[in-house]
């Protein structure tokens, strides 16, 4: 099964042949902008396909250009919009994912930790934000920790190392 992740946000359109910026929703921006299926639209449940047709500039001033957007008008028409990847379930990306928002977090044996609040995009890896009620708990989300997500049952399953729940 495949999903829609939000992965950047139109911010605004530039010079006269409708290229825009973008601003990126998630650190896996770079792997997945310019080799996965993109689809655009205010939400993933409106979301249509669309092409990027090439790419101008470095670092934080690149210039996107879409297939069919060709006029200034046309590019300021998207500003606002999200720019959403196709991935399946299983990529990593999922992990790092707003739509996990609300997801209880459960250890391998079965013990509850609590409910998913936030993720932190930290230099080295994300960080799970865990509301256990009586305290917060921070999980790194790397693959020796997180083992997946039960999207029916809304969970996050973890192995946690000795002291990470301390």
């Known amino acids: 099964m495949e999903r829609l992740i939000a992965l950047a946000k139109i911010t605004r359109a530039t010079g006269l042949s409708g290229e825009v910026r973008l601003r990126p929703l998630t650190r896996y921006f770079s792997d997945y902008v310019e080799d996965h299926p993109l689809f655009l639209g205010f939400s993933s449940d409106l979301a249509r396909e669309i092409e990027l047709s090439n790419s101008v500039g470095i ?4 210039r996107y ?3 069919g957007i060709n006029t200034r008008d046309d590019a300021e028409a998207l500003i606002g919009q999200i720019l959403f990847v ?3 379930a ?14 209880d977090v459960i250890t391998n044996t079965g013990e ?5 609040v936030d993720i932190l995009m930290m230099p080295a890896n994300d960080v799970y934000v865990i509301n256990s009620g009586t305290k917060e708990i921070l999980i790194p989300v790397i693959p020796e920790i997180v083992d997946g997500i039960n999207d029916v ?3 996050i399953i973890i192995t946690p ?6």
């Open 59 to 62: 670092g934080t001033k690149v």
């Open 65 to 67: 250009h879409f297939e």
């Open 86 to 88: 196709n991935v399946p």
């Open 90 to 103: 299983d990529d990593f990306i999922n992990l790092s994912s707003d739509d996990l928002l609300g997801y």
């Open 112 to 116: 509850q930790i609590g409910e998913l």
């Open 153 to 155: 049952d809304g969970s």
């Open 161 to 166: 190392m000795d002291g990470l729940l301390d």
